[in-house]
């Protein structure tokens, strides 16, 4: 699916978070270390704007992406020339990540953990690859708690969502997915248990944007 979205993948991001998916992808920054040796790997990269939003601001060590997808690959690494920002990318699996143990300073995994079909092993394979004192930034969508709110994101995400993601992607079936992902995902509360069940000592539920978006900020 992320193959056959490629080519509109970063224009309908934009577009469909009304501008607003950088700012919630540099919410990370506020919680990173104080350190500019961290290496970083971004699982389901996509076309790497999540790496690019924190390395644009903040220096790391070394910066690796992980996906699934080999054309949004492509566009990440495009992209990371343009930018001339030196990160690699390769195919890889958040399931099984072809990396070592207590390799990675800081994971992040944006608008991916929806997508995966056993989210316990990716959070328990993230924990693999982290260091000792290792953290985690996992960023997604969520359903917010205020009732009128949760009302208008339901339209939202049932109509607006389906015809603009449809209309400009030429896949509505695409941006159908994208709706029920996040209405089927579990509440922020039911998420941090299932982190918390992987071994993460600790766990920071930070609501962005009334809570249409959640960042789970995760230590080792
Ligand atoms: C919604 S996109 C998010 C991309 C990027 N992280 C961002 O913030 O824009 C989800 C990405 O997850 C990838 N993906 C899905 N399952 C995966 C898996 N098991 N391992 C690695 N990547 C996966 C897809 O190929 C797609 O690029």
């Not at 506020?30 to 790496?51: F, H, M, R, V, W």
Request: hydrophobic share 40%; proline share 5%.
């Amino acid at each position: 699916m992320f193959d056959r979205i490629s080519p509109s993948y970063d224009r309908l991001n934009r577009l469909l978070s009304l501008g607003f998916d950088l700012s919630w992808r540099r919410k990370i920054l506020k919680y990173l270390p104080n350190s500019k040796t961290l290496t970083l790997i971004d699982l389901a990269t996509g076309s790497g704007d999540q790496i690019f939003a924190l390395a644009s601001k903040h220096p790391f060590g070394s910066i690796q992406g992980f996906d699934l997808s080999e054309k949004m690959l492509f566009l990440a690494l495009e992209k990371a020339k343009k930018k001339e920002i030196p990160a690699s990318f390769q195919l890889g699996s958040a399931l099984a990540i072809p990396t070592d143990d207590e390799t990675a300073d800081i994971v992040t995994l944006s608008f991916g953990i929806r997508n995966m079909t056993d989210r316990k092993k990716c959070l328990r394979e993230i924990h693999r690859i982290l260091k000792k004192d290792g953290s985690a930034y996992i960023l997604d969508f969520s359903t917010p708690k205020n009732p009128l709110l949760k009302k208008l994101h339901n339209f939202y995400l049932t109509t607006m969502l389906p015809f603009l993601g449809g209309l400009l992607s030429k896949d509505r079936k695409s941006y159908e997915y994208l709706g029920s992902s996040i209405q089927a995902f579990p509440s922020p509360t039911a998420f941090a248990t299932e982190i918390e069940e992987s071994g993460f000592s600790e766990i920071k539920i930070i609501p962005i944007q009334f809570g249409i978006v959640t960042l789970y900020a995760l230590k080792k």
